[in-house]
């Protein structure tokens, strides 16, 4: 079974900076799509890392997500 790591790391000043590893060619922005959406924000930089550029294995990413008032 194939793992994705994500490297969360929150700064003092509140800035988010999340290195994603495992996740090989495009998956890895299902991970920046689906954290933007938890944190509300959009991604000021992404830098793409050699796994990025390999051929993706066949992993889906799905999430559910409900908004409760």
Do not use: N, W
């Not at 929150?10 to 495009?26: C, D, L, N, Q, S």
């Amino acid at each position: 079974m194939e793992c994705h790591e994500l490297e969360v790391e929150v700064r003092p000043g509140g800035e988010v900076k999340v290195h994603i590893r495992g996740a090989k060619g495009t998956v890895c922005m299902d991970y920046v799509k689906l954290l933007e959406s938890l944190l509300g924000g959009k991604a000021k930089e992404v830098q793409h890392t050699s796994e990025f550029y390999e051929a993706p294995t066949g992993v889906q990413i799905r999430v559910d997500q409900s908004v409760r008032r």
